[in-house]
């Protein structure tokens, strides 16, 4: 791949340490731990992520598609089960069964392909069906389990039922409670069905990040933790809970990614002039501007505008102007710099702090989409 050495992300490798052993302290021993890393491990990646969470002991991992799935496969070292929550492409689909990727099924259309595949190559397929609860996105109905039993009941030489799972829809926020419940007990229903059917699935799971903090006792025995591992709150809200429940100040959550780049230019602007773009910023006095090799198109929001801060050599600054589409351009008045000081986008120096939540509420997105956002050109380097 060619990089985009524009900038640097950098993974801290002591983060991811403590980030595991925290969602282990949470889980209790009996329960296996997946780490979601669909979408490029959140922006992370794959490639860097996967060894790195290997080398902490994880042995399970989930993403969203069949490339992604590709993607862990090339970069585990010790053999990891690899699950597809998502979608599997036509192309794939001999490559999934060949490998015995693990694979979500919520469809009759996949289920039976996957069966029919493995059928040829004489594998059987690992499933995990999933059943709708009440979040009404993928799953099998309850109209549908009796189809469902029949057929699986049908090809029971031809898979193994590696799991049966649902996921809650938005277990983050305490608004869904009672949501979350029905859920459960949906899903309870429908183990209990499945076993009365003698379809004993290796696995039951149905909890994220959120989940295990807000509803422990819905482990059951597998859990597919994203965002936690990455050092990031699912919401405000959970992290509140959580240090009130502990009588603590102090996050148990170390996170891992910083996001950096360094000055390319510096210019000075007369009193009365527009910077950048348009006119929507007017100095209004002498102003000595810094420019940052970075722009939306790398995922640094265009709505930062005139709103983001990214520290240089420990002290906040402000983006001026617009961002464009590979550069924007900051304030730098009243401190000394020079071209080639870092600038951190995300990351800490000293007690001065710019998290991807700042980040996120500045530009009223959400921490799962602002790190997904940054392009995966963007070299990732562990320290
Ligand atoms: C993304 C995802 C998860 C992980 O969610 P987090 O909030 O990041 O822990 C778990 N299960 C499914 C089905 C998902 O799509």
């Given at each position: 791949?060619?990089?985009?050495?524009?900038?640097?992300?950098?993974?801290?490798?002591?983060?991811?340490?403590?980030?595991?052993?925290?969602?282990?302290?949470?889980?209790?021993?009996?329960?296996?731990?997946?780490?979601?890393?669909?979408?490029?491990?959140?922006?992370?990646?794959?490639?860097?992520?996967?060894?790195?969470?290997?080398?902490?002991?994880?042995?399970?991992?989930?993403?969203?598609?069949?490339?992604?799935?590709?993607?862990?496969?090339?970069?585990?070292?010790?053999?990891?089960?690899?699950?597809?929550?998502?979608?599997?492409?036509?192309?794939?689909?001999?490559?999934?069964?060949?490998?015995?990727?693990?694979?979500?099924?919520?469809?009759?259309?996949?289920?039976?392909?996957?069966?029919?595949?493995?059928?040829?190559q004489?594998?059987?397929?690992?499933?995990?069906?999933?059943?709708?609860?009440?979040?009404?996105?993928?799953?099998?109905?309850?109209?549908?389990?009796?189809?469902?039993?029949?057929?699986?009941?049908?090809?029971?030489?031809?898979?193994?039922?590696?799991?049966?799972?649902?996921?809650?829809?938005?277990?983050?926020?305490?608004?869904?409670?009672?949501?979350?419940?029905?859920?459960?007990?949906?899903?309870?229903?429908?183990?209990?069905?499945?076993?009365?059917?003698?379809?004993i699935?290796?696995?039951?799971?149905?909890?994220?990040?959120?989940?295990?903090?807000?509803?422990?006792?819905?482990n059951?025995?597998?859990?597919?933790?994203?965002?936690l591992?990455?050092?990031?709150?699912p919401?405000?809200?959970?992290?509140?809970?959580?240090?009130?429940?502990?009588?603590?100040?102090?996050?148990?959550?170390k996170?891992?990614?910083?996001?950096?780049?360094?000055?390319?230019?510096?210019?000075?602007?007369?009193?009365?002039?527009?910077?950048?773009?348009?006119?929507?910023?007017?100095?209004?006095?002498d102003?000595?501007?810094?420019?940052?090799?970075?722009?939306y198109?790398?995922?640094?929001?265009?709505?930062?505008?005139?709103?983001?801060?990214?520290?240089?050599?420990?002290?906040?600054?402000?983006?001026?102007?617009?961002?464009?589409?590979?550069?924007?351009?900051?304030?730098?008045?009243?401190?000394?710099?020079?071209?080639?000081?870092?600038?951190?986008?995300?990351?800490?120096?000293?007690?001065?702090?710019?998290?991807?939540?700042?980040?996120?509420?500045?530009?009223?997105?959400?921490?799962?989409?602002?790190?997904?956002?940054?392009?995966?050109?963007?070299?990732?380097?562990?320290?």
């Amino acid at each position: 791949m060619i990089q985009n050495n524009s900038s640097i992300v950098e993974l801290d490798k002591n983060a991811i340490a403590n980030n595991v052993d925290f969602i282990r302290s949470q889980i209790g021993k009996g329960v296996k731990l997946s780490c979601v890393v669909k979408a490029n491990a959140y922006g992370h990646s794959i490639e860097q992520m996967v060894p790195e969470l290997e080398n902490n002991g994880v042995r399970h991992f989930s993403v969203f598609s069949s490339f992604e799935a590709r993607e862990v496969y090339q970069a585990t070292r010790k053999k990891s089960t690899i699950m597809i929550m998502g979608d599997i492409s036509n192309e794939d689909l001999p490559w999934v069964v060949e490998k015995q990727i693990e694979c979500f099924v919520y469809n009759f259309h996949t289920l039976k392909k996957l069966v029919e595949e493995g059928i040829k190559q004489k594998i059987k397929v690992c499933i995990h069906v999933e059943l709708e609860t009440g979040m009404n996105r993928h799953g099998y109905s309850k109209t549908d389990w009796e189809e469902l039993i029949d057929y699986l009941r049908k090809e029971k030489d031809n898979y193994i039922l590696q799991g049966l799972c649902t996921h809650f829809a938005g277990a983050e926020s305490s608004a869904n409670y009672k949501r979350i419940q029905d859920q459960q007990e949906v899903f309870l229903n429908g183990l209990s069905v499945f076993r009365d059917n003698n379809l004993i699935p290796q696995n039951v799971h149905s909890s994220c990040s959120a989940a295990i903090l807000a509803y422990p006792e819905f482990n059951h025995d597998l859990v597919r933790i994203g965002i936690l591992t990455y050092g990031l709150w699912p919401s405000t809200e959970m992290e509140l809970t959580y240090k009130i429940k502990n009588k603590t100040q102090k996050s148990p959550l170390k996170r891992v990614l910083s996001w950096k780049s360094r000055i390319t230019d510096i210019s000075f602007v007369e009193s009365g002039e527009f910077i950048g773009y348009g006119n929507s910023y007017l100095a209004e006095t002498d102003m000595k501007i810094a420019s940052v090799p970075v722009g939306y198109g790398y995922g640094f929001n265009r709505s930062l505008s005139n709103t983001g801060r990214v520290i240089v050599n420990g002290v906040r600054l402000s983006v001026v102007g617009i961002v464009n589409m590979n550069m924007f351009l900051i304030d730098a008045s009243n401190v000394d710099v020079s071209i080639n000081d870092e600038v951190i986008i995300i990351g800490r120096h000293g007690d001065k702090s710019i998290n991807v939540k700042h980040f996120g509420n500045l530009s009223d997105t959400l921490n799962y989409e602002l790190l997904t956002r940054i392009d995966k050109a963007i070299p990732r380097v562990i320290v």
